[in-house]
DNA sequence: CGTATACTTGAATTGAGTCAATAAGTGTGG
DNA sequence: CCACACTTATTGACTCAATTCAAGTATACG
């Protein structure tokens, strides 16, 4: 009889006098994530509620104007927010990376599309069974007050870049911004998404991106060994760049 | 003994036996705000911790850093939040209206600054005494949520706008905007702020939102009896290139 | 009624976009 | 392991929407 850490909905692993592990208490993002607000207790609570999801690159997740049943957590992989006009014009509001909370909006649907950039691990919940645990843990409400708190300062940032900032700017504004979220690895960027992907949500295009980039590598400003990999040879003057 | 609907932090109204109107009792934009969760003896209590200001047009309501001490509710007038690059270039991320709740940043410090474009009416509430009404209503704090989110969506919105429109369909969906909001009066909108907010509110210059102004009118979609009064004279038409 | 402020219009410029051609990866099957 | 197809990224030449700079013209206000 091994103790499953992986399967969702385990019985066993919510009985009061069980030490071992449900998956939700080795979760490796919960630190990262509102699950931080709850105790080991709750998060038993809240592991009885879970569905957890794999989704292959280019899946998605849910679509604009779907009804917004669930709500996510990213566990691995990223996610791009997109909204569309219908003509096909294309605008990428926001990437999520593992820890993220996905489906924030307290209206009957989403007001954007998810979709997988990498291959993507998810945490779902469904909203009413979130809603009725916040009636009980007032802290985890509040947790997720902070997370829209935060996104919406993050929004406002991103309509500064969009609606004030050059090409240049843009493009070194959304390096730095990665450079700040994955402190640990020296200087070098993983880049999850395309070209195309980068120019959505700088409000550019993909010429554009790749022009810039060729030009900061040229002034010695980055240097890139592959499309996606990014060394920061010049922190300081990104950061200025950035603005 | 005359009744004061005006004076704040009269004590004679929040005495329980008082049906006479404390000033939130009265107030005619409660049913915008956040105000609207709360039930008359609520209200009653709100109205203890309130402080009533009233601001000249341009005077700042808070600067972007400012320990981010109040909220406001918006109860006349109209509000501009801007968000600034060091070499002076402004983004204007949201105008407010009367019943528009002010401050939501669960943050430190603000995140942008909030200017009053006309003379201004103002609830301020200072951010501890909301926080611990929020654990006896907590109504309160998914009135507040919900308002978060719905900003959220506007800023989403909004980054669409910036990113992939044109000046054109920027300048149309401005005015859609504004109409759908004063649901009303038929169709004469007026602007409480000026060609060069609404420049930086839609990424542009002022010069370019004078020309498409211009256009708009040449071809009979709208009509400009003043500078900041519009006649919309084509709805369709206004509603077809705001996409 | 003059002066400041806000708005409009014109001409020239430019940053980023479009269209088109390469180049560089990436994976597949022989 | 290589040849092929396919996708993704880069580069070049040209275009254009929006900006910049510079007058003008309303409008409001003491």
């Known amino acids: 009889m091994a103790i499953s850490t992986t399967k969702s909905q385990n019985k066993r692993a919510v009985s009061r006098n069980v030490v071992a592990l449900n998956p939700c208490r080795v979760c490796h993002v919960r630190e990262l994530s509102v699950c931080a607000a709850l105790t080991p207790d709750e998060l038993d609570r809240l592991d009885a509620l879970v569905t957890r999801l794999r ?21 691995a992989g990223n996610v791009r927010l997109t909204k569309m006009l219908p003509d096909g014009r ?21 007001a954007y599309t998810a979709e997988a950039v990498t291959p993507l691990g998810l945490c779902r919940f469904s909203r009413t069974a979130l809603e009725a645990l916040f009636k009980e843990m007032p802290h985890l409400e509040r947790k997720v007050l902070s997370v829209a708190s935060n996104e919406l300062r993050a929004a406002q940032d991103q309509m500064l ?37 980068i120019a959505d949500y700088l409000g550019l295009t993909m010429e554009t991106v790749s022009r810039t980039f060729t030009a900061l590598a040229r002034e010695g400003v980055l240097c890139l060994t ?18």
């Open 90 to 110: 294309r605008q990428i509001t926001g990437f999520l990376w593992p820890g993220d909370f996905l489906g924030l909006a307290f209206a009957d649907a989403y």
């Open 226 to 243: 592959a499309a996606n990999k990014i060394v920061v040879r010049e922190p300081g003057t990104l950061s200025r760049l950035a603005l």
């Open 55 to 75: 989704l292959r690159a280019g899946q998605i997740v849910f679509q604009e104007l779907d009804p917004a049943d669930h709500v996510f957590n990213v566990t």
């Open 161 to 197: 870049l969009l609606g004030r900032k050059t090409a240049r700017e843009k493009l070194s504004s959304f390096l730095w911004q990665l450079r700040q979220r994955s402190r640990g690895r020296d200087d070098t960027l993983d880049l999850p998404m395309n070209r195309a992907d």
